[in-house]
Structures are given as structure tokens and as C-alpha cells.
């Protein structure tokens, strides 16, 4: 009898992403299913955000938005390098867009998206080194109880957490006041943050 062999990495993952790309769990988004999501079988780098708003939801691009350019600036990466999905995949925690709240923010992630789909997913990327965990939402469910009380508290710990994972707030216009308020995440955990990410995908 041959050996059978071991599955290609890339066909399971283009399985993985045509099912994912496909699902229809939550059949009350307000402006339907629309899966928004970037993987390559050789991604170093991924990216955990929360889920996109309406702007992502219409290009189909993640992170096109102005928290994408303060993330982008806070990577020191350009967009052509950000959004070259050899090097990083981009999985945000709901991969849908949830709707906007009477306030004017975005009602938060799709609980049930996570859990069906970060552990195939994610489990389907053979070459991630490092998962950049961009606000509280992606903070919960990779860290889980290994969180601080507080984001700012994961955030400020974040050495516990390498070389796996590096915890960093959402780089949502909120973020502005926050990082005048902790100046150590510009003094520590942003040359860190470039540090290991271009070490990986430059
Ligand atoms: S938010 Fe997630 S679980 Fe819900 S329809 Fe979109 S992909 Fe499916």
C-alpha cells in the first residue's frame, strides 16, 4: 500500500477560504455576508483586527481606512508592502461587517464568527510567526484568560506575550488621546512592533 501523502498546505488553505469566503451564519447583517479577509500558505505576519466597517465592506480591502494608515504608520509599512499577502495575512476577528450603532460606532464583532472560523483559518497558515492582536476583541479570544484587567494593561505587558503574539491597541481615531496618555507605547512596544515585523517580512 502507498503511503498516503501529507495534504498540501495551499490546497487546504484555499479550502479553508473558499469555505470561510462562502458563510452565511449570520443571516441578519445588515448589509448581508461579506467575508473580508487576506491568507497566503507562506504569510509570516498576521494581522487580528476587530471586523470591517462599511468602507472596508464596500472595497473588499481590509484595513482601507484611516485606522488602516495609523496602523500602516505605526508598522512603518506602505501599502503596497501591508497588503502584500505573501508576507501578511489579514484576519479580523468578525469577518463581516456588524453594522453601525445609533452612536455612530460599529456594533462589535459577530460572536459567533471567532470560533468558527480563527481556529481553521488559522490553523490552516503553515508559516505565521507572529499574530499582531489589534484591540480587545482579538485580545480575548487568543489570550483569553492570559489578558490584563484592562487593554491598556495587555498592551503594557506585552512582553509576556512574544514571541507568539504582540497585543496593540485598535488604531481607531480614539487611539489618538490614548497614546498621548501612554507614552510608553511609542517609546517600547512601537520599536518592538517594527522590530519583529520587518524582521520578518522585509
Ligand atoms: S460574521 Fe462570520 S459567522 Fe457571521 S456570516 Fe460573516 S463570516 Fe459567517
Not at 445588515?30 to 479577509?37: A, C, D, R
Not at 482601507?64 to 489579514?90: C, H, K, M, Q, T
Not at 456588524?98 to 459567533?112: E, L, M, V, W
Request: hydrophobic content about 40%.
Amino acid at each position: 500500500m502507498p503511503r498516503a501523502l501529507p495534504p498540501d498546505p495551499r490546497a487546504r488553505l484555499a479550502r479553508m477560504a473558499a469555505e470561510a469566503r462562502a458563510c452565511a451564519a449570520c443571516g441578519d447583517l445588515p448589509l448581508g455576508p461579506k467575508p473580508v479577509f487576506r491568507v497566503s500558505a507562506t504569510a509570516r505576519v498576521l494581522v487580528v483586527g476587530q471586523a470591517p466597517g462599511v468602507r472596508v465592506h464596500n472595497t473588499g480591502i481590509p484595513w482601507n481606512d484611516p485606522s488602516g494608515e495609523r496602523l500602516r504608520a505605526w508598522l512603518d509599512l506602505d501599502r503596497d508592502r501591508f497588503y502584500d499577502e505573501s508576507r501578511v495575512a489579514i484576519i479580523p476577528i468578525g469577518l463581516c461587517y456588524p453594522g453601525t450603532a445609533p452612536n455612530g460606532g460599529d456594533y462589535p464583532p459577530r460572536r459567533a464568527c471567532a470560533p468558527l472560523w480563527h481556529p481553521r483559518l488559522r490553523g490552516a497558515l503553515p508559516g505565521i510567526v507572529l499574530t499582531l492582536l489589534i484591540g480587545s476583541y482579538a485580545q480575548a479570544h487568543y489570550l483569553g484568560a492570559r489578558c490584563g484587567a484592562t487593554m491598556t494593561e495587555t498592551v503594557r505587558a506585552f512582553r509576556d506575550y512574544l514571541p507568539d503574539f504582540l497585543p496593540i491597541p485598535h488604531p481607531s481615531w480614539r487611539t489618538i488621546g490614548w497614546q498621548k496618555n501612554n507614552p510608553w507605547f511609542d517609546r517600547d512596544v512601537l520599536p518592538e512592533l517594527r522590530r519583529r515585523v520587518h524582521a520578518l517580512i522585509d
